[in-house]
């Protein structure tokens, strides 16, 4: 089966090869022979310089170089596009300068030199060519001059192909995916051979009698191998048993390992994040998210490296960004010398810094090393020179006389009179503050919801015609809003 560069096995082995794993291991990972892997690293790099770069920026796109390179470049300018049995340019062009002429299509073939086959076959890819281009069916039957039969059987023909050609593109599409998660385990180990399983299993059953006290020699006399074999195994392991390792069981909740090779799988075959999604059983949002922190200034995603930063990332205890960070704690101290609030030197940051995430931080960062009692990279007496002068942190609600409000022998409001609520009584007043134009200019007022224009009972939902409003002078207000309160 002829394979091409643009399948999923050519991708993955291209990739494989960029990555710097060479051509015999990327050639055994993608499944195919050496030479198949020769002939599509030559049709890149032919399409790289076609493309106008030049062989140096080839080969470092490639990440390959190899002596068959001065025969790829000397076939860049020689473009091979017809198969080797095809009639030739000349005798196409003369078939069609006929056929313009006026000739019919069995005497434009006799001047061409050509089967009236050969003929119907040109006829018909250009047929495609003009139905590709958006041309409609009559148009192109008047322009090629086809019977209604032939032009029937030409589009019949197209839709079959077009209708194989997207069935196929579905079956490779779905074969990929599958094959994207044993490629998957094949790269983690998950995968091995079957001599390798059997030499795997007998070295764990060697170690297991090594840990129940068992010699080298009787160990390999029960396991029936030798016992130079069992001495290269402790030579292996530096004549130290292993430990006895236990798979980690993950939760589901981060992205493991395996998932991040196939999404990288999955890009560099094309898909969308959605249907990656989709294929991991994870929302579009987590790809999106994994995407947008690991990719590299090239816009790259590196799965084991993407792993390998999360599990860093994901690592408590954290090192505090204050103590890693000298450069930023030099600034940090520097600003907090001259009185500079935590909420100024992180906005400070931002400006300065725009394209500098690692000289980032947030204020709390800053009142966490001054004022908890833990080495967070500031030195406690950087504390005094915060604008509240204080060394350690107190609570919103703990004041001098302890636990909270500031008034004592308050009276709540749920220990109202029942008759504050009807508001028959003259006295229940509310107090309101009305602001002016300008914001100094406040005028405090009290409304008696008993002197209702009219005399009449309660408000109760309904919207008053006129309320007498009386100016107060001796009241004093501190807040805008309104607030009951009674006589």
């Given at each position: 089966?002829?394979?091409?560069?643009?399948?999923?096995?050519?991708?993955?082995?291209?990739?494989?090869?960029?990555?710097?794993?060479?051509?015999?291991?990327?050639?055994?990972?993608?499944?195919?022979d050496k030479e198949v892997g020769y002939r599509w690293l030559r049709e890149e790099y032919l399409r790289l310089r076609r493309n106008g770069k030049t062989s140096g920026e080839t080969t470092a796109e490639l990440g390959f170089t190899?002596?068959?390179?001065?025969?790829w470049e000397a076939d860049v300018g020689h473009v091979k596009d017809r198969h080797h049995l095809r009639v030739g340019v000349d005798e196409e062009a003369s078939f069609w300068a006929a056929f313009d002429r006026g000739k019919s299509l069995g005497e434009a073939a006799k001047t061409a030199g050509v089967s009236r086959s050969t003929a119907y076959r040109w006829m018909q890819s250009r047929f495609d060519q003009l139905r590709q281009s958006k041309v409609t069916v009559s148009r192109c039957q008047g322009q090629l001059r086809l019977t209604d039969r032939l032009c029937l059987n030409f589009e019949r023909e197209r839709l079959s192909r077009l209708s194989k050609q997207q069935n196929a593109a579905t079956a490779a599409q779905h074969a990929a995916f599958l094959s994207s998660g044993r490629d998957a385990d094949q790269m983690l180990g998950a995968v091995l051979p079957e001599a390798q399983q059997h030499r795997a299993a007998r070295a764990e059953k060697y170690w297991q009698l090594m840990r129940n006290g068992v010699s080298n020699a009787e160990a390999c006399r029960l396991l029936g191998m030798h016992r130079r074999t069992g001495t290269q195994l402790r030579r292996a392991s530096n004549f130290k048993i292993p430990p006895i390792t236990v798979p980690a069981v993950t939760a589901g909740r981060y992205l493991d390992a395996r998932e991040r090779l196939r999404i990288a799988d999955l890009l560099r075959l094309g898909h969308s994040m959605r249907r990656i999604a989709v294929e991991l059983g994870r929302h579009a949002s987590t790809i999106k998210r994994e995407l947008d922190r690991h990719r590299d200034a090239q816009g790259l995603y590196l799965p084991r490296t993407a792993d390998h930063d999360a599990r860093l990332q994901r690592a408590r205890p954290k090192v505090h960004k204050l103590v890693a960070n000298a450069r930023l704690r030099t600034l940090v101290q520097?600003?907090?010398?001259r009185f500079w609030s935590p909420d100024e030197i992180c906005g400070w940051?931002?400006?300065?810094?725009p394209d500098h995430q690692t000289m980032r931080l947030c204020p709390e960062t800053i009142y966490r090393a001054l004022l908890l009692r833990e080495d967070h990279g500031l030195h406690q007496r950087y504390a005094m020179k915060l604008r509240t002068g204080r060394r350690i942190r107190k609570t919103r609600w703990r004041t001098r006389t302890g636990q909270g409000s500031r008034i004592r022998n308050m009276t709540m409001i749920s220990q109202r009179p029942a008759e504050v609520e009807t508001r028959l009584e003259a006295g229940r007043w509310e107090g309101d503050l009305m602001l002016k134009c300008y914001a100094h200019l406040r005028t405090p007022f009290a409304t008696d919801y008993a002197e209702i224009i009219g005399g009449r009972g309660p408000l109760r939902?309904?919207?008053a015609l006129s309320i007498k409003m009386t100016k107060v002078g001796?009241?004093?207000?501190?807040?805008?809003?309104?607030?009951?309160c009674s006589a």
């Open positions: 089966m002829y394979l091409s560069s643009s399948s999923a096995a050519g991708i993955r082995f291209l990739a494989s090869v960029k990555q710097g794993h060479g051509l015999k291991p990327s050639a055994r990972h993608a499944g195919i190899t002596a068959r390179l001065l025969a520097r600003k907090l010398n940051m931002k400006k300065t810094y939902g309904k919207v001796a009241v004093s207000l501190t807040g805008v809003g309104r607030s009951p």
